[in-house]
């Protein structure tokens, strides 16, 4: 699934939570509340789950890179979890992540 442009106004009188303008930064906590485990199955994050996308993705990988485990337990679950095909530039960036982070 592609996400669609997020320019409702009406989206800043949701929760913070709620917000898929907040999506990248939601993530981004939660990844590193949980020890690089995204704890994304809870009912709290379905209605945010179908505006993922490939430009997500991508910020997501850019924002975690210096915590290499967190980017890449963000990446399988796209693919694995979610069924989102990473695009060349998420690849890129993950490899990118990871090779230079030398734990891998």
């Known amino acids: ?3 669609t442009c997020i320019s409702n106004p009406l989206y800043n009188f949701l929760p913070e939570t709620q917000n898929p303008n907040n999506l990248v930064n939601l993530i981004c906590l939660s ?3 949980c020890n690089s485990q995204i ?3 809870s009912n709290d994050w379905q209605h945010i789950i179908p ?3 490939k ?3 991508s910020r997501v990988l850019l924002r975690c890179q210096a915590e290499p485990h967190s980017a ?3 990446f399988n ?3 694995n979890d979610l069924g989102i095909r990473p695009n060349a530039y998420s690849y890129c960036i993950i ?3 990871l090779v230079w982070s030398r734990k891998f």
Do not use: C, D, N, Y
């Open 77 to 79: 679950w796209v693919k």
């Open 1 to 3: 699934p592609e996400s």
């Open 39 to 41: 704890s994304l199955r």
């Open 51 to 53: 505006h993922v996308g």
């Open 95 to 97: 490899v990118h992540t």
């Open 72 to 74: 890449l337990a963000f």
């Open 55 to 57: 430009q997500e993705i």
């Open 31 to 33: 990844l590193k509340q």
